[in-house]
């Protein structure tokens, strides 16, 4: 399977703890998104990378959240000391610059903090 | 900020109806692409939308962006059960492909 993929699938941590959640992209694709959505909510953009660089970052991610991508390869983005609000299903998408540039998301890793 | 808003939220249609949803922007929109989401599963593109007045067609599927670009809509002929999902439309930053999703329009179709 080419497509993009995320791991773990589910993950269940209690209050405070740290996680990190990783994405490999497509391996041709140079860009690649991370978003979070809730249930019944459209995806809402986090941060985005051009190859290693992280380019944008949204105003509403607090300081607590941090990615990487470290080689323009796979990235991860880490939540640290999370908070029940932090419990959502985080996508990660990816994408090569060009015309259309349609992104094509992995399946989600989902958050649930207890 | 930039709100993106679908109506309507929710439609429940008969296999063999007509249905449309429309994305309206708070913003001046720069290019709208369409995503559907499975239940469970993860967005997946339908299709961009980038003149405006422009109209697109994949087979049952009519996307149509706004003379304005501040809305857009999308319309499907004689639905089937495989329709059924969320379709959304997003705000494609011109620099960046960042999206902005709409809220969203959740489809079901009964047989």
């Known amino acids: 399977d080419t497509g993009v993929s995320q791991d773990p699938r589910h993950k269940i941590t209690k209050r405070g703890q740290n996680v990190t959640f990783r994405c490999d992209p497509i391996?041709?694709?140079?860009?690649l998104y991370w978003y979070r959505q809730t249930l019944g909510q459209g995806p809402e953009f986090l941060t985005y990378?051009?190859?290693?660089?992280?380019?944008?970052k949204s105003r509403l991610l607090s300081d607590r959240f941090s990615a990487e991508r470290p080689k323009g390869s796979f990235s991860t983005l880490e939540i640290q000391r999370t908070e029940q609000g932090d419990s959502a299903m985080y996508l990660c998408?990816?994408?090569?610059?060009?015309?259309?540039?349609?992104?094509?998301f992995g399946p989600g890793t989902r958050l649930t903090v207890t | 900020g930039q709100q993106v808003m679908q109506i309507p939220q929710y439609q429940h249609v008969q296999e063999g109806e007509d249905f449309t949803t429309y994305c309206n922007s708070s913003?001046?929109?720069?290019?709208i692409q369409w995503y559907k989401q499975r239940p469970g599963g993860h967005p997946v593109f339908l299709i961009q939308?980038?003149?405006?007045?422009e109209v697109k067609k994949q087979k049952r599927l009519t996307f149509q962006f706004g003379e304005a670009k501040k809305n857009s809509s999308l319309h499907i002929t004689a639905t089937q059960t495989t329709d059924v999902g969320t379709y959304f439309c997003?705000?494609?930053?011109?620099?960046?492909?960042?999206?902005?999703f709409g809220t969203g329009t959740r489809l079901q179709v009964f047989p």
């Open positions: 391996s041709e694709h140079n860009r």
């Open positions: 990378f051009q190859n290693e660089a992280q380019l944008e």
């Open positions: 939308l980038v003149k405006s007045g």
């Open positions: 998408a990816s994408s090569r610059s060009g015309t259309e540039n349609e992104q094509y």
């Open positions: 913003t001046t929109l720069s290019n």
């Open positions: 997003a705000d494609r930053s011109y620099n960046t492909d960042k999206l902005i």
